[in-house]
Each structure stands twice: as C-alpha cells, then as structure tokens.
C-alpha cells in the first residue's frame, strides 16, 4: 500500500456542504505520482455518490511544495494558516510565569487533573462537555463548529485511546463553576513525544493568568513522565500562539487549509 486518499465530512463541523479530503503518501512513494491518482479516484468517488458540496478542503504543511503546489495546481486557494511549534521539556524556563499559581490561588481558583474531577463533581461529564462546547466557540475556523451531545463528546473525547485523565486540567473557581482547561494527548506510543488538544478559558475569567497556569501545569506534567517534546498548532493571529512562544515553544512550519469552491 503506497498511499491513502481520503473524503470526508467532518462530524464536528456544522458545514454539510464542505467535503474535506486527505492524502497519506508513503515517504519513499513520489506524491507527484500518487497525487493526481488519488485526487482522481476521489473525485470519482463523490460523483458516483452524486454528493452534493459546494467546497472541497485540504490540508497541507507549507513546506510539503509537492501536496501545495498540486493543490494550486488544481484551483485550491490558500485559507486558515496555522504555524506548528514545539516545546523542549527538558529546557522549560518558567520563571517567566513566576506568582502565577499564587494569584490563582488568592481568587479561590483551582487546577485539577480528570482523574480528581470524577471523584469531586457528580455531575463532571456534562459540566466538562458545556466548557469545551463554550471555549471551541471562540476557536479559530473556517467552518463553524457543530454543538455535541454528551454522547458524542464521550466518544470523541472520553473514550480517546490516547486520553491521559492526568494530563487532563480543568480550573474551576471558587463557586466551583468550570472555567479552562488544557490536555495533553499520548498519540506518540513510545511516549516521548505529547501532543496538546484544547487549551481555553471561558470569556467571563480571561486575562487573569488561567491559560498560563494551565499550560504550566501541562508542560510540569510533561517532565514528570518523561516526554521530551510537546507539540501544538494554533492560528497565527490567536492568543494562545503568543502565550506559547511565551513558554518557549520554537514555531515549525504551518498547516495551511487551502480550499476550491464549486458549485457542484
């Protein structure tokens, strides 16, 4: 098997006309064969399915020039461009950060990992859901973001197979009420490598440190377990880039959404 070629509807979407689609090329295949074969059976697939969209979308790292320029090549415009970085463990300085737990703490905020929250919180699964459904709102996309059920966030986010329940932080006020949270996914199966998933605060508790403290706590986990690196990618006009680079996360090169409207 040399390559995969992918179509799709993205189920965490509100966008039933976009059809997203994804190539997975081996490293020693050429994409510049592989490409216009795939991209082919793809489109021949959705015509026998008489599916009906209006824009294709696909990904493709900005240093990939073979993926990029075929995608020009076949009418696709550049989109959402968001740059990669990743984070050195072993070389975390937060003393950039320093008082931060402390002015937490003083207003009665606290971080817990999953694992603490179930014991604490009968109502932890469908609290947990409403905060992630309130941060992904203000998350940069080119599709607006469909709204889950306690079940579908279950599947999708519970029953993960990389799901660390302690590299899963929530903050929470003094009320008690759910207010950010950050997690780390174990994706990489030798464990040196962990990537970051959702990191937000709901808008009523922002620019009050919350985010930072959050991610700390990711990158402290980090070196507890012995990962090496921590990887992410944000849009580049989003505030959570700017605290990374803060941390110390060294910027990579961007995922960019490049997307062809059609009228069919």
């Given amino acids: 098997m040399a390559g995969i070629g992918t179509c799709y509807q993205a189920y965490w979407q509100d966008s039933p006309s976009t059809i997203h689609i994804r190539f997975d090329i081996r490293p020693d295949h050429e994409k510049s064969q592989l490409l216009p074969l795939l991209y082919q059976g793809i489109q021949g697939l959705l015509a ?8 294709l979308m696909c990904g493709a790292r900005e240093d990939d020039s073979e993926r990029v320029q075929f995608l020009l090549g076949q009418g696709f415009r550049q989109g959402m461009r968001s740059p990669s970085s990743a984070l050195q463990v072993a070389t975390f300085d937060g003393s950039a950060c320093d008082g931060t737990y402390e002015r937490l703490a003083q207003d009665g905020i606290r971080l817990i990992t999953l694992a603490q929250l179930y014991g604490e919180e009968p109502e932890w699964k469908r609290k947990l859901r409403d905060l992630r459904w309130e941060i992904v709102q203000d998350v940069p996309s ?94 580049e006009g989003s505030p959570m880039l700017a605290l990374n ?15 062809r409207e059609t009228s069919a």
């Fill in 245 to 259: 680079l803060k941390l110390g996360f060294d910027p990579k090169p961007a995922w960019v959404d490049y997307t």
């Fill in 48 to 55: 026998h399915r008489k599916c009906e969209f209006r824009r």
């Fill in 142 to 235: 080119t599709e607006p973001f469909a709204e889950p059920t306690e079940e579908e966030f279950e599947e999708m986010v519970l029953k993960d197979p990389a799901l660390d329940e302690e590299a899963f932080f929530v903050a929470l006020s003094a009320d008690g009420t759910f207010i950010g949270m950050s997690n780390l996914w174990r994706n990489d199966p030798a464990g040196k490598r962990l990537d970051t998933g959702l990191t937000g605060v709901i808008r009523s508790h922002r620019r009050r440190g919350i985010a930072t403290a959050l991610k700390m706590r990711t990158i402290q986990y980090a070196q507890t377990c012995g990962a090496e690196t921590i990887e992410t990618s944000n849009e």
